[in-house]
Structures are given as structure tokens and as C-alpha cells.
């Protein structure tokens, strides 16, 4: 079935950084739009950005930008977020979406989320 | 950047009732919104897009109307498995955002 499988719980001490995986399966992963979104303690959420993986476009929010890396593997299906120089304030649930097929902006199937601590 | 808000923040209901929730834009999107719903611990679940679009699978007491600056959510008849965290988000234009949430409570 498709799935998005996201890697492991991490935690970092500020100034580091954090890379993130996203497995994707079931699907064809170069023909949908990848989007990575957070959630940090008890707050809403915050959409940071996207990568069409067949073009290796991406679009990031203006207040990510030069600090979150989106890349990916497309012979593994599998998409990467960066984070550098982390604060307390970074952290949260990422989420990894696809986007759907001529809707990229609609995000249909998502992974089950990577906590990342930022913690001295 | 577009804000996004949502009301009420909490709004306690019974299985059965009729649930609106609100989402306004801070300046018109069109019809460039969609509705996420989130449990606990959960990913969040596509419910609709561009403004009233269902998602396949979403049941139909789920619907969704508005455009330009005022949207809503509507659950026709609240069920036990809908008592989650609704969020509104945009994609007019970058950056996208969501609303600040509704959480539906059981009364």
C-alpha cells in the first residue's frame, strides 16, 4: 500500500543539525510532490516546504530559507529535510506529505512523524 | 504572509449535532484552501481541497464551502471518530499556512 515511513526520534544540542528520511513505497515516487511540515509541543502546524522529486524543485518558506535543506534519492524513494543551526525552537514533529497527483498542493498520504529535541 | 484564522478554538458538541467550523483569510485566497483533521499523536488526514472538494473515503457528513476570504467546515451529523483537531491551510500564495486549529470536544 502506499506509505510514507519516516526515520527515528533524535535529539541535539543547539547549533547542530538534523537530517530526516522519508521511505516512500507503493507509488511511483518521482511523480508526486513531496511536502515537510511541523508541529512543535502542543501547537498547530506549520508547513515548511516542498520538492517535486522529478525536477528536484523546491519551494521553502521565506523564514527556512538558507537554514533547511530538501533533497532526494529517487532510486531509493526516498526524500531528505535538513535542519542547521537548531534551536529550542526547532523543536517539534516533522512531517513528510505527498502531494497529490495534479492537486500537489493537497497532501493525501503522510508519514507518521520524526520528533526531533533540541536540548542542551 | 496570510493569516489564517480559525473559530471557534474549542467547541464542544454530541454525537449527532450538526458542527460548523470557521476559517478566514486575512486576504483572498480564492478557493485555495483545504481541511485537515488530527488526532492525538496522529499524522493529520486530508478531509478536503480546494474549498469543497472531498478527499476520497472522507465520509460525506463532511463538506466544505467558501472562497475569497471566509470558508467553512461542516459535519452534518458529529460521529464518535470525529472528535479531533481541525485544521484549515492555504496555498495561494508562499508561504502556505494553516489556521491556528479547532479541537472538537465531546460534550
Known amino acids: 500500500q502506499v506509505q510514507l515511513v519516516q526515520s527515528g526520534a533524535e535529539v541535539k544540542k543547539p547549533g547542530a543539525s538534523v537530517k530526516v528520511s522519508c521511505k516512500a513505497s507503493?507509488?511511483?515516487?518521482?511523480?508526486?510532490?513531496l511536502h515537510w511540515v511541523r508541529q512543535a509541543p502542543g501547537q498547530g502546524l506549520e508547513w515548511m516546504g516542498w520538492?517535486?522529486?522529478?525536477?528536484?524543485?523546491?519551494i521553502s518558506a521565506m523564514k527556512f530559507q538558507g537554514r533547511v535543506t530538501m533533497t532526494r534519492d529517487t532510486s531509493i524513494g526516498t526524500a531528505y529535510m535538513e535542519v542547521n543551526s537548531l534551536t529550542s525552537d526547532d523543536t517539534a514533529v516533522y512531517y513528510c506529505?505527498?502531494?497529490?497527483?495534479?492537486?500537489?498542493?493537497?497532501?493525501?498520504?503522510w508519514g507518521q512523524g520524526t520528533t526531533v529535541t533540541v536540548s542542551s | 504572509d496570510i493569516q489564517m484564522t480559525q473559530s471557534p478554538s474549542t467547541l464542544s458538541a454530541s454525537v449527532g449535532d450538526r458542527v460548523t467550523i470557521t476559517c478566514r483569510a486575512s486576504?483572498?485566497?480564492?478557493?485555495?484552501l483545504a481541511w485537515y483533521q488530527q488526532k492525538p499523536g496522529k499524522a493529520p488526514k486530508l478531509l478536503i481541497y480546494k474549498a469543497s472538494t472531498l478527499e476520497g473515503g472522507v465520509p460525506p457528513r463532511f463538506s466544505g464551502s467558501g472562497s475569497g476570504t471566509e470558508f467553512t467546515l461542516t459535519i452534518s451529523s458529529l460521529q464518535p471518530d470525529d472528535f479531533a483537531t481541525y485544521y484549515c491551510?492555504?496555498?495561494?500564495?508562499?508561504?502556505?499556512?494553516f489556521g491556528q486549529g479547532t479541537k472538537v470536544e465531546i460534550k
Open positions: 507503493g507509488y511511483i515516487f518521482s511523480d508526486y510532490y
Open positions: 520538492i517535486n522529486p522529478k525536477s528536484f524543485g523546491t
Open positions: 506529505a505527498r502531494g497529490k497527483k495534479d492537486y500537489y498542493y493537497a497532501m493525501d498520504v
Open positions: 491551510h492555504h496555498y495561494d500564495t508562499y508561504p502556505w499556512t
Open positions: 486576504q483572498s485566497i480564492s478557493s485555495w
